[in-house]
């Protein structure tokens, strides 16, 4: 774990309101909204039909979702009960809710197709459940599958989820088929894929089998991808940041070759359009000349940051001072917890005192959703756009 510093400067009214509230997360509406109406704009000028799902999971604080209530065009995508209550509670009706997921949830996957939402079933015995339901109560469905592709011959992109084609469970799915039950779209999420190159391949291969299907009426592409970030973080990976526009393209360039008429697209994205709308808020609380090294603990922690702990990447790190301090080289900053992984930043040069502020930045995608009570309690989130009045 590490990251890349600067310093900046705070109003005194913003570090006084940010040094009563930390530790805590800090979540930017305007960002959110701004990156959501991006992305809906950069697809909605390549295919004629798309829908933006906005994945729950990546970050379902109540903040978030209500934002994305605001943003038109914009629906949600689920994989629990849980997530439909907050749903729910942040105004989606079914028909504006995509349920994914292993969780068995019959009845309400049901209900949210027979209103017109997308339901994309994960396994054999969930079609048979699900196609039993529609005969027995004489109520149609549509339902799409998820399914398990490669989308490249290292099989490195290999996926636990989803039914595999050309199997006997693949094809039973589809001889349940009935006047109340019909499939009629597909859905894949492959981990961590986010280059145009295995993008286009992940068209490929789902356009090609969306071919098969009589009354295909959407594909599904789940997500990862791309999308906005500090440039600190940028500059680490090894290939250009791909725009949503050439996401986009990418896509349609595949389909484009197999379809007279590209079926509706749906994306769930939910890092692209999250992640650089949050950070954490920390204080350093203590230094320590000890011997050769200089060690600094803060009022936060890298398992207070999602998948970044443990990651190769840096965070982004920026210090607020609150206070004169001492020039230091090669600090290393801690978090609260009593473990030897708890790094906030390995090498930190310049400025540094004892109640200055540290604000991690990009932190938007899962880092709210794997919080735990670990050694303290949850941090709690605050609207940025309330705090720091520039």
């Known amino acids: 774990m590490g990251t890349i510093t600067r310093e900046i400067s705070l109003k005194s009214t913003s570090k006084d309101r940010l040094d009563s509230l930390q530790p805590c997360y800090l979540f930017s509406a305007d960002k959110f909204y701004a990156n959501a109406r991006s992305f809906i704009s950069a697809f909605k000028e390549t295919f004629d039909d798309f829908t933006l799902a906005y994945s729950t999971k990546t970050c379902p604080h109540m903040l978030v979702l209500s934002e994305l209530r605001q943003v038109k065009g914009a629906n949600i995508e689920i994989v629990s009960p849980r997530e439909l209550f907050l749903a729910k509670l942040a105004g989606f009706e079914d028909n504006e809710i995509v349920y994914n997921g292993v969780i068995p949830d019959d009845e309400n996957k049901f209900r949210i197709a027979a209103h017109g939402g997308i339901v994309n079933l994960e396994n054999p015995n969930e079609v048979r459940r699900l196609a039993e339901l529609a005969f027995r109560t004489k109520t149609r469905i549509e339902v799409g599958l998820r399914v398990n592709l490669d989308i490249d011959e290292s099989r490195k992109w290999k996926s636990r989820f989803g039914i595999l084609p050309g199997t006997d469970a693949y094809k039973e799915c589809f001889e349940l088929q009935s006047d109340y039950f019909e499939i009629v779209g597909f859905h894949i999420h492959v981990h961590g894929c986010r280059s145009i190159e295995m993008w286009m391949n992940r068209a490929a291969k789902l356009g090609w089998l969306g071919k098969t299907v009589k009354n295909l009426k959407y594909l599904d592409f789940g997500s990862n991808m791309f999308g906005f970030m500090d440039d600190r973080l940028a500059a680490q990976f090894d290939t250009p940041i791909p725009t949503f526009q050439e996401y986009a393209k990418a896509i349609y360039h595949e389909l484009n070759a197999l379809y007279d008429v590209i079926p509706t697209i749906i994306i769930e994205a939910g890092t692209p359009i999250v992640a650089d709308t949050m950070s954490v808020v920390g204080k350093v609380e203590n230094i320590y000349e000890r011997g050769f090294d200089t060690i600094a603990t803060a009022s936060c922690s890298v398992y207070d940051f999602g998948f970044f702990h443990g990651s190769d990447k840096k965070v982004p790190m920026d210090v607020v001072h609150r206070s004169q301090g001492k020039e ?40 709210v959703s794997l919080r735990t009570d670990f050694i303290k309690t949850r941090m709690p989130v605050y609207a940025i756009d309330e705090i720091l009045q520039e």
């Not at 609260?336 to 604000?359: F, H, M, N, Q, V």
């Open 328 to 367: 230091y080289s090669n600090v290393e900053i801690f978090g609260y917890a009593c473990t030897e992984d708890d790094t906030l930043c390995k090498s930190y040069s310049g400025r540094l005192a004892i109640g200055d502020l540290l604000i991690f930045r990009n932190l938007g995608a899962y880092a």
